[in-house]
């Protein structure tokens, strides 16, 4: 029965990892492309020049500061191939939750304590930038969402690590029992 549950543990905090994983590359991957994204999100959105609303006159703002910066100053898009590393960075270092969850379980705590952190962050310096709230609150929610998997599986690696405590106990008690049925 115990041997069934860490199975389903494993597989559990496999996938959640995974997709966590996947989501980190995800996110970092779009800090690249920035001028493209905006290009083709105005044309799909339809924020043109005539369009109103507060989403359709922010896409537009960055939308022309993004390709004003690429004319004027395209080494200021150095900044964000470095966020991409850095998420990528962070993606290859829960590969080691991945190899041993119980030992590693230490990435799952790091990964709540980031998400934690994004809410505020995105909050105080989104509003020093000038972000709207609305948009400050679709970058908190990447902290909300990312918190879920990784506070599940730090739950399951616990648990995992529980079973294996008591599986080495029950193995050396049954080692103890064999010692001692082998004397008589």
């Known amino acids: 029965m115990e041997k069934d549950r860490e199975i389903i543990?494993?597989?559990r905090i496999r996938i959640l990892t995974w997709i966590f994983i996947v989501g980190l590359v995800l996110a970092g991957a779009t800090a690249i492309p920035l001028k493209w994204e905006l290009?083709?999100?105005?044309?799909?959105?339809?924020a043109t020049a005539n369009a109103t609303g507060p989403m359709a006159h922010w896409i537009r703002n960055v939308h022309t500061a993004l390709n004003q910066t690429a004319a004027q100053?395209?080494?200021?898009?150095?900044?964000?191939?470095?966020?991409?590393?850095?998420?990528?960075?962070?993606a290859i270092a829960f590969i080691g939750a991945l190899r041993d969850p119980v030992r590693n379980c230490w990435l799952f705590t790091f990964g709540m304590i980031s998400c934690v952190l994004i809410v505020p962050y995105a909050l105080i310096f989104g509003g020093l930038r000038g972000i709207p709230i609305w948009w400050r609150l679709v970058d908190c929610s990447f902290g909300v969402f990312g918190f879920v998997p990784v506070w599940l599986c730090k739950r399951w690696a616990e648990e995992l690590g529980g079973l294996n405590q008591r599986n080495e106990w029950q193995g050396s008690n049954d080692d103890e029992e064999k010692r001692e049925a082998a004397r008589f």
């Open 9 to 11: 543990l494993r597989r």
């Open 39 to 46: 290009d083709v999100l105005a044309k799909v959105s339809g």
């Open 73 to 90: 100053f395209p080494f200021l898009f150095y900044g964000t191939d470095w966020l991409a590393f850095g998420h990528f960075v962070i």
